[in-house]
């Protein structure tokens, strides 16, 4: 994190562990729903890659 922080690839401003504590709800809330079927419920039936590549794109700099 300090690392992707310090290239800029992650907000600098922001602390770590909202970093990490924020990515890790994203991609733990994406498997949940993934796993119930919550995903297609929702009209994000797409596949797990696809659904964590555009998380991390958005989320990343």
Same mark, same amino acid.
């Given at each position: 994190?300090?690392?992707?922080?310090?290239?800029? !690839?992650? +907000?600098?401003?922001? +602390?770590?562990?909202?970093?990490?504590?924020?990515?890790?709800?994203?991609?733990?809330?994406?498997?949940?729903?993934?796993?119930?079927?919550?995903?297609?419920?929702?009209?994000? !039936? !797409?596949? +797990?890659?696809?659904?964590? !590549?555009?998380?991390?794109?958005?989320?990343?700099?």
């Amino acid at each position: 994190m300090i690392d992707a922080q310090a290239s800029g !690839d992650l +907000p600098a401003d922001e +602390p770590t562990a909202a970093i990490a504590r924020t990515l890790w709800a994203s991609l733990h809330g994406l498997a949940v729903l993934g796993e119930r079927g919550g995903l297609a419920k929702l009209a994000l !039936d !797409d596949t +797990p890659e696809r659904l964590v !590549d555009d998380l991390l794109a958005l989320t990343l700099r």
